[in-house]
């Protein structure tokens, strides 16, 4: 018995913001967001696009490219940092719009590492559960609603999307689409990326809202030297869990957050710059919609062929990273 990547999809939303937007919003320029970054454009979901509108399109797609129905699905995992509601929980919303009544349901909240810890979850549940057969993992983020549009600092990297890969269990193959991961976490860096209000911590109040704290907080400079670091050791686990060597891999996709540390990390490992996916410019930061956007484009585009060896690994707030290695 084997597990197999089934179908990807991915869902952008129509509206694009620009940098030339920006610099009529906030004190930047193009040059300057270009050069620290690498996002030339963001795209932003409608007002009332949900993140579940935009993860359902993305399911849609993987479901289609499985050539299933939604009453197949048995697992659904939604990673996300911008749910529907705090409850219900996202998942269960998709359950009921892809006619998945026999699914469990449940979101995850590991931040801009989502997918790939969403992955590892639904490979375990479909390895050690005889019921498991079919598998939807989303990333999914409609950041726009809880990002700060009067911090130049922050504002300029993020946007939405969604993206979905459909795990499915065969029961004639022999290796697993799994070949190796590894997830970490330190709280110990919990403030330098975080949302303060809006849990229990800090309910929402009057206060808090002329504060702006129901938006996204960062420290950039601590973000970016820990991230570097962190990408780059989960990856040389990965690749010594698996006994492979790095010329064995045919595609690396870093989370999409900044040309710098997807720059930073593939020099560090040592990885030509044509095996390394980057569509930061065209979408931005999409936290844990990311590495799916970017694995879908790279399966629909040819680049990314069966039996080929694809190495995935993100940083989030948590702090949360890890590494995942597969074969498609």
Known sequence: MSIRIAGTGRYIPEKVLTNADLERMVDTNDEWIRTRTGIEERHIAAENETTSDMAYQAGLQAIEAAGITGSDIDLIIVATTTPDYAFPNTATLLQNRFGAKNAFC???????????????????????????????????????????????????????????????????????????????????????????????????????????????????????????????????????????????????????????IIQAVAKRLTVPNEKVYCNVAKYGNTSAASIGICFDEAVRAGQIKRGDIVLMTSFGGGLTWGAILIRY
């Open 106 to 260: 449940f979101d995850i909240y590991t931040a801009c590492t989502g997918l790939i810890s969403s992955l590892e979850i639904a490979f375990a549940l479909l390895e050690s559960r005889k019921t498991y057969r079919h598998a939807l993992v989303f990333g999914a983020e409609k950041l726009s609603c809880i990002t700060n549009w009067t911090d130049r600092n922050t504002c300029v990297l993020f946007g939405d999307g969604a993206s979905c890969v459909l795990l499915e269990k065969d029961d004639g193959a022999e290796e697993s689409a799994l070949l190796a991961s590894a997830l970490h976490a330190n709280g110990q860096y919990a403030n330098i990326l975080k949302l303060p209000a809006g849990g229990s911590a800090m309910p929402a109040c009057q206060k808090s809202i002329d504060e702006n704290l129901h938006t996204i907080h960062m420290e950039g400079k601590e973000t970016f030297k820990l991230a570097v670091g962190s990408m780059v050791s989960a990856c040389e686990e990965v690749i010594a869990q698996a006994g492979i060597s790095p010329d064995d891999i045919a595609l690396v996709i870093p989370h999409q957050a900044n040309i710098r």
